[in-house]
Structures are given as C-alpha cells and as structure tokens.
C-alpha cells in the first residue's frame, strides 16, 4: 500500500552528478519550480559516503517533491568557492535560485529526512513525513471510533513505508489491544526497532498494554469497594479496586484511589501506588487533565 501520492519522477531525473557548467541548469533554473538540495563532496572525503546514500534514499522516498544534484568539489572548485565550501560534506536546499537552507557534517538518518521534509514544506510542498503524519491521524480517528482492525492495516502499512515511524508503531500496537489480541499486540511491541523503542508512543503503548493485562484479571467493582467501605486500609483491596475501576473506563476514579493509597502509605508493596498511577499517566496524553491534576496531587503529597 502506497500512502505517498507525490510525483512518480524516475529516481534518475531526481538525482543527479552536477558540474559547474550544469550548474545553472540543474540547480538554479530547476529549483524555480521544485527544491534541489546540493551535496557538496569529493572522493576522498569518508562522511561524504556515509551521508550521500542516506541523502539519496531521502529525496527518492520524496517521490520528485524535491531534487538533488552531487558536486564534486575538486572538479567545480569555483562554485565550491562561491558558495564558500570550508568543509565537506556540505548540503545546501536551493528553491527559487536561492540556498533557503543547509547543513555541513554527517547526519544521522532521522536528521536527513527532517531536513528533506522540511526543505518540501518550506518550498509549500507536502513532505513524505507530512503525509505518513496524515494517514496516522486518519488511523487514529479509525481506532478511535472503534474500528480497530482497519486501523491496524492502516497502522501496517505506514510502516510499510518507514518502519521506523513510532507514532505508527505505537498506533498498531493500540490496535491489537482494542481487538482483545494481547499476545500480538506484546509481540509487536518487543519487536520494535531500537531507534524508536524508547519513544514516546511505544512507551504509552506498553503503558496500555499492561492495563489491559490487568483489566483481564480485575475483580468485581462492587465488591472490592464493599471491601474499602469496611476496611479503609486495606491496602490491597484498595489497590485491586483501582484496577477494577480502571478497566471498567472509571480512570478519574482509579486515579483517586491510588492517590488514596498513596496517601495512606507510599511504601505500600514497594511504592506500588505510585508505579501504578505512573503507568495510567504514561498511557493518556501528556496533556489530558487527569494526567495534569493526578500528576499535581501526586506531587503535593510527595513533596509535603
């Protein structure tokens, strides 16, 4: 599934091996209609070969949203010196004749293709990152409305097309825990690529994972709280009510009983108060109020 609908120039026509007597024509004039970024290099400079393939597969994926056209600076010595090359690599974006952005020193593949998408939407163009951040969105609303199993495949393919994109990741494996499909949506989760397994989405979505594991194992409401009525601390029957109100969708109210418990004794089971209520905020958004107001209560206490 190809969620990116750009241009389909053939990669040869957006990569080029420039000199100074195309220059003109393959960056200035070019760059009127769509951006060309300029990979200053030379042969014997060891970066250049790390960052010239990872410039490339970012302007291929782009999909002729952007160009990009190689100089040799040992054999275009006079444009290297009008553009006052000191060291290489060195990559400038040209759009409408003009540089409108650059960098020297290797980058890191993330950095490259921020700075491919950029350079695309600075020229008012839709960047490949732009769009996989679209269909995301479209998933999101798809998960949302409980249409889980087509959000995964929409989850699926965005990563067919970067692997290591987290907000994906993170969103399939969401999906798989709204289908009921615990053990899939673990597997994914410990298989995800290390550039991203310690971002924030698939924190959250280990946070939501381990919920639903709890949820599955949670006791009845009624009871437990009949349990809390009768003892106040029973800490243990406070606790499994939290779980008990979590899984039923009552999270304000979990929260506050785990507050509860904290207040009464933070030590309780090594702090387990404390690490629950940590693991409900990790899987809501860092701004939903009851993460912002938990997060105060808990910090009064803590620092009281």
């Given at each position: 599934?190809?969620?990116?609908?750009?241009?389909?120039?053939?990669?040869?026509?957006?990569?080029k091996?420039?000199?100074?007597?195309?220059?003109?024509?393959?960056?200035?004039?070019?760059?009127?209609?769509?951006?060309?970024?300029v990979?200053?290099?030379?042969?014997?400079c060891?970066?250049?070969k790390?960052?010239?393939?990872?410039?490339?597969?970012?302007?291929?994926?782009?999909?002729?949203?952007?160009?990009?056209?190689?100089?040799?600076?040992?054999?275009?010595?006079?444009?290297?010196?009008?553009?006052?090359?000191?060291?290489?690599?060195?990559?400038?974006?040209?759009?409408?004749?003009?540089?409108?952005d650059?960098?020297?020193?290797?980058?890191?593949?993330s950095?490259?293709?921020?700075?491919?998408?950029?350079?695309?939407?600075?020229?008012?163009?839709?960047s490949?990152?732009?769009?996989?951040?679209?269909?995301v969105?479209?998933?999101?609303?798809?998960?949302?409305?409980?249409?889980?199993?087509?959000?995964?495949?929409?989850?699926?393919?965005?990563?067919?097309?970067?692997?290591?994109?987290?907000?994906?990741?993170?969103?399939?494996?969401?999906?798989?825990?709204?289908?009921?499909?615990?053990e899939?949506?673990?597997?994914?989760?410990?298989?995800?690529?290390?550039?991203?397994?310690?971002?924030a989405?698939?924190?959250?979505?280990?946070?939501q994972?381990?919920?639903?594991?709890?949820?599955?194992?949670?006791?009845?409401?009624?009871?437990l709280?009949?349990?809390?009525?009768?003892?106040?601390?029973?800490?243990?029957?406070r606790?499994?009510?939290?779980?008990a109100?979590?899984?039923n969708?009552?999270v304000?109210?979990?929260?506050?009983?785990?507050?509860e418990?904290?207040?009464?004794?933070?030590?309780?089971?090594e702090?387990?108060?404390?690490t629950?209520?940590?693991?409900i905020?990790?899987?809501?958004?860092p701004?939903?109020?009851?993460?912002?107001?938990?997060?105060?209560?808990?910090s009064?206490?803590?620092?009281?």
């Amino acid at each position: 599934m190809d969620l990116l609908n750009g241009g389909n120039a053939p990669a040869t026509d957006l990569i080029k091996d420039g000199t100074e007597a195309t220059f003109m024509a393959d960056v200035v004039e070019t760059s009127q209609e769509t951006p060309v970024i300029v990979d200053f290099w030379a042969p014997w400079c060891g970066p250049c070969k790390t960052l010239g393939p990872m410039l490339e597969e970012a302007v291929t994926a782009a999909k002729g949203a952007v160009k990009m056209v190689k100089i040799n600076v040992d054999e275009a010595q006079t444009i290297a010196a009008q553009m006052r090359i000191q060291s290489i690599p060195t990559v400038y974006a040209f759009f409408k004749g003009q540089p409108v952005d650059g960098f020297q020193g290797a980058l890191p593949g993330s950095e490259i293709k921020a700075f491919v998408d950029r350079v695309i939407e600075a020229a008012g163009g839709e960047s490949p990152g732009g769009q996989l951040d679209d269909a995301v969105q479209a998933a999101e609303e798809m998960l949302a409305e409980g249409a889980a199993a087509d959000a995964a495949q929409t989850f699926a393919a965005i990563l067919g097309e970067d692997p290591n994109h987290a907000a994906a990741y993170g969103g399939l494996v969401r999906a798989h825990i709204a289908t009921g499909d615990l053990e899939q949506a673990e597997a994914i989760l410990n298989g995800a690529p290390a550039e991203i397994s310690t971002s924030a989405e698939l924190e959250a979505a280990h946070a939501q994972l381990e919920l639903a594991k709890q949820a599955a194992d949670a006791g009845p409401v009624a009871e437990l709280m009949a349990a809390v009525e009768a003892d106040p601390d029973n800490h243990q029957a406070r606790f499994d009510l939290a779980q008990a109100l979590h899984a039923n969708g009552n999270v304000d109210e979990a929260v506050a009983q785990l507050l509860e418990l904290f207040r009464r004794d933070r030590e309780w089971n090594e702090g387990a108060a404390k690490t629950q209520l940590f693991t409900i905020f990790d899987a809501l958004k860092p701004n939903d109020p009851i993460v912002l107001n938990g997060r105060r209560k808990l910090s009064s206490m803590i620092f009281a």
